[in-house]
T-cell receptor
Framework: KQEVTQIPAALSVPEGENLVLNCSFT??????LQWFRQDPGKGLTSLLL?????REQTSGRLNASLDKSSGRSTLYIAASQPGDSATYLC?????????????FGRGTQLTVWP | SQTIHQWPATLVQPVGSPLSLECTVE??????LYWYRQAAGRGLQLLFY??????ISSEVPQNLSASRPQDRQFILSSKKLLLSDSGFYLC?????????????FGDGTRLSIL
């Protein structure tokens, strides 16, 4: 069974810092990996999706990398802002399951203070 | 553009009462639909998914059931709620090949069982 781990569980940084959030997964047989953002009491917003054949994806100040063979992904946030404060979740779409179901990590709770 | 709606946003119910949560998707046809639960201190857990009208698959045995009476409508139900059913319920959709399309989430329903 696929297991997804995110480190750290929480992170508090001053505004302007560059950040790295880590995600690891146990089974490399995946279709893709997604990074989501969740604000308190809200649903999930998809940030980036990396196909299994890709190495990275970029969107604005966000860059996500994927090393499928080692079961690792990182989300890089450049020049962090207070508005980036949220919980960041990674999820992998598993090839071994019907409909490529998503397996989620427990998230990294990010606080960016002014 | 596609949108997803969930209601109600919050719900407080006594133990033993019935439940009906509704999710609808607009702007797309024949979506894959999903119900997830996010319990306190735990990651997101897939409860049900559906690839078409009347086609429901359950991921975990539980006190809940799901139905898809129309193409873009997904309903989560229970005949008698348990305390352990408390949590944040999220509906999601995806289209086309689930291997390369992201899942998009609604704003969720916060369910509290008293």
């Amino acid at each position: 069974k696929q297991e997804v781990t995110q480190i750290p569980a929480a992170l508090s940084v001053p505004e302007g810092e560059n950040l790295v959030l880590n995600c690891s997964f146990t089974d490399s047989a995946i279709y893709n990996l997604q990074w989501f953002r969740q604000d308190p009491g809200k649903g999930l917003t998809s940030l980036l999706l990396i196909q299994s054949s890709q190495r990275e994806q970029t969107s604005g100040r966000l860059n996500a990398s994927l090393d499928k063979s080692s079961g690792r992904s990182t989300l890089y946030i450049a020049a962090s802002q207070p508005g980036d404060s949220a919980t960041y979740l990674c999820a992998v779409s598993d090839r071994g399951s019907t409909l490529g179901r998503l397996y989620f990590g427990r998230g990294t709770q990010l606080t960016v203070w002014p | 553009s596609q949108t997803i709606h969930q209601w109600p946003a919050t719900l407080v119910q006594p133990v033993g009462s019935p439940l009906s949560l509704e999710c609808t998707v607009e702007g797309t046809s024949n979506p894959n639909l999903y119900w997830y639960r996010q319990a306190a201190g735990r990651g997101l857990q897939l409860l049900f998914y559906s690839v078409g009208i009347g086609q429901i698959s359950s991921e975990v045995p539980q006190n809940l059931s799901a139905s898809r009476p129309q193409d873009r409508q997904f309903i989560l139900s229970s005949k008698k709620l348990l305390l352990s059913d408390s949590g944040f319920y999220l509906c999601a959709w995806s289209t086309g090949s689930y291997s390369n399309q992201p899942q998009h989430f609604g704003d969720g329903t916060r369910l509290s069982i008293l």
